[in-house]
């Protein structure tokens, strides 16, 4: 087995050699992954592939790599809710960083991995457009505070912190390298090996 310049696998078989997108072999050993930005597209791909996956087997465990600038709290919130619907446990593994929505995505795992050297950043949602009448920017407003209140009451749950305490430290940019993230319990454990028996 080869990997090619295009991340495809190549391989032999007694019809000769075949193309392998490496994407599909992972998806075949039940690992997705998140990398790049939180947006419809990147969201939609694991939406897809999470419930082929249910649906191939509704109770085996999925692996989701995380290497996650974060994004959109509306595509990210889509899809935590239908990795709290799918029957399969979903352990995320965070590798290198998960940051503001892919930091609630990782925090959200059933068993929470991360790299030695990997962090964590949480944070509050932030304005991504502003002008307009007084009215418009209440809206804006309004609506930001309780997306605030969401995603914290989503940390929360899944950290074993209360609010007041995820509050805090949304305030600001709060990055948790891997021991800080589980004394803080965005994490679980750290891992040096990504064999499946750990």
Do not use: W
């Amino acid at each position: 087995m080869y990997l090619s310049n295009e991340a495809r696998i190549i391989r032999e078989s007694t019809y000769g050699y075949n193309l392998i997108p490496i994407q599909d072999e992972m998806l075949s050993h039940r690992e997705v992954e998140l990398v790049g930005e939180v947006n419809s597209d990147t969201v939609n791909a694991l939406i897809r592939q999470l419930r082929y996956l249910q649906r191939e087997d509704p109770k085996a465990p999925i692996t989701l790599y995380i290497n996650s600038p974060g994004g959109s709290v509306d595509s990210g919130m889509a899809l935590y809710d239908v990795m709290q619907a799918i029957s399969c446990p979903i352990r995320t593994v965070c590798v290198g960083l998960a940051a503001s929505m892919a930091a609630l995505l990782f925090v959200s795992g059933a068993e929470r991995d991360m790299l030695p050297h990997s962090r964590v950043m949480i944070h509050d949602p932030l304005i991504v457009q502003t002008g307009g009448s007084a009215l418009k920017l209440k809206a804006v407003s309004d609506d930001l505070m309780e997306t605030r209140q969401i995603i914290a009451r989503v940390i929360a749950e899944h950290s074993g912190k209360s609010m007041e305490d995820v509050l805090a430290r949304t305030a600001s940019d709060s990055y948790f390298r891997a021991e800080e993230a589980i004394e803080f319990g965005l994490a679980d454990c750290i891992i040096t090996s990504l064999a499946e028996d750990k």
